[in-house]
């Protein structure tokens, strides 16, 4: 799971993902506090969210 979320990594480290103001506390911890988490479904999510998002030529820039 760790090297699947690589890609995603990239895309925040190039300042490409933004989150939505409503955004539920739960999904940014876990995200923080991955790979040690005890709970990762929100990540698997956003893993292939954003691989969809790359598959449709999208404009590089990510909401969630």
Not at 13 to 20: D, F, K, L, R
Not at 46 to 55: F, R
């Amino acid at each position: 799971k760790v090297t699947r979320f690589f890609p995603v990594l990239a895309q925040y480290e190039q300042g490409n993902v933004y989150h939505a103001k409503n955004l539920p506390a739960e999904f940014e911890n876990e995200l923080l506090t991955f790979p040690e988490t005890k709970n990762d479904d929100m990540v698997d999510a956003l893993v292939y969210a954003e691989k969809a998002a790359m598959k449709s030529k999208s404009t590089g820039v990510f909401v969630i």
